[in-house]
T-cell receptor
Framework: DAEITQSPRHKITETGRQVTLACHQT?????MFWYRQDLGHGLRLIHY???????NKGEVSDGYSVSRSNTEDLPLTLESAASSQTSVYFC???????????FGPGTRLTVL | QKEVEQNSGPLSVPEGAIASLNCTYS??????FFWYRQYSGKSPELIMS????GDKEDGRFTAQLNKASQYVSLLIRDSQPSDSATYLC??????????FGAGTRLTVKP
C-alpha cells in the first residue's frame, strides 16, 4: 500500500546543531509539504514543493530549508537548531491539482 | 485576526447528541475547505471537504459552507465516544497555501 513515512519519529538535539528530518512518500504525489504543530497555533506551513527541483517558502520558513531531488522525498533541514523549533513536525503530500493532503505520522523534535 | 479561527474548546457533548464545530476564515478568495480529525498523538486525517455553498453530507458528518459569511461548520450526528478528538478546519486561500485553524477539542461522554 502507498504511504508516507517520516524519520526519526522522535529526536532530541542541542541548540546550534544541524538536524535533518526525512519524509518519504510512495503515493507518487507531485506536491509535498512540511508543517509544524504547536499548542495554540495549529498547523503552520514551513516549506512546500510542487515537483522535483521546485521549493517554496511557507509562513514560518525562517531557519528551515528543503530540497527536492526526486518525487518521493522532501527532507527538512534545520541549519542551526533553536529552542523555538521544538515542535511536532508533519510531512504531507497531495496529487497534482488535488487539494486533499495526506499526512505522515509526525516527528517530535526537542531542542535543548 | 487569524486567517482561520476556531473555538479551542473543549466542546463536550453526550453520546448520541449532535456536535457542532465552527470555523471562520478571513480570505474571501478561498475556494476549498476541509475538516481534519486528529486523535491525540496522531496525524491529521481528512474527514470532509467542501467547495461550494450549502451542505455536504457523508454518513454522520455534514459540512456546511457559507462563503458570504466566510463561515464553515461541521456537524456530527449521533456522536460516539470514538469521535472524541481535535477537529482542524483548513482553508485554501487564493494563493494556494493551506491554512489551518488551531483546532477544536471535542469530547463525547458515554
Amino acid at each position: 500500500d502507498a504511504e508516507i513515512t517520516q524519520s526519526p519519529r522522535h529526536k532530541i538535539t542541542e541548540t546550534g546543531r544541524q538536524v535533518t528530518l526525512a519524509c518519504h512518500q510512495t503515493w507518487n504525489h507531485n506536491n509535498m509539504f512540511w508543517y509544524r504543530q504547536d499548542l495554540g497555533h495549529g498547523l503552520r506551513l514551513i516549506h512546500y514543493s510542487y515537483g522535483v527541483q521546485d521549493t517554496n517558502k511557507g509562513e514560518v520558513s525562517d531557519g528551515y530549508s528543503v530540497s527536492r531531488s526526486n518525487t518521493e522525498d522532501l527532507p527538512l533541514t534545520l541549519e542551526s537548531a533553536a529552542s523555538s523549533q521544538t515542535s511536532v513536525y508533519f510531512c504531507a503530500s497531495s496529487d497534482q491539482g488535488a487539494r486533499t493532503q495526506y499526512f505522515g505520522p509526525g516527528t517530535r523534535l526537542t531542542v535543548l | 485576526q487569524k486567517e482561520v479561527e476556531q473555538n479551542s474548546g473543549p466542546l463536550s457533548v453526550p453520546e448520541g447528541a449532535i456536535a457542532s464545530l465552527n470555523c471562520t476564515y478571513s480570505d474571501r478568495g478561498s475556494q476549498s475547505f476541509f475538516w481534519y480529525r486528529q486523535y491525540s498523538g496522531k496525524s491529521p486525517e481528512l474527514i470532509m471537504s467542501i467547495y461550494s455553498n450549502g451542505d455536504k453530507e457523508d454518513g454522520r458528518f455534514t459540512a456546511q459552507l457559507n462563503k458570504a459569511s466566510q463561515y464553515v461548520s461541521l456537524l456530527i450526528r449521533d456522536s460516539q465516544p470514538s469521535d472524541s478528538a481535535t477537529y482542524l478546519c483548513a482553508v485554501n486561500p487564493a494563493n494556494n497555501d493551506m491554512r489551518f485553524g488551531a483546532g477544536t477539542r471535542l469530547t463525547v461522554k458515554p
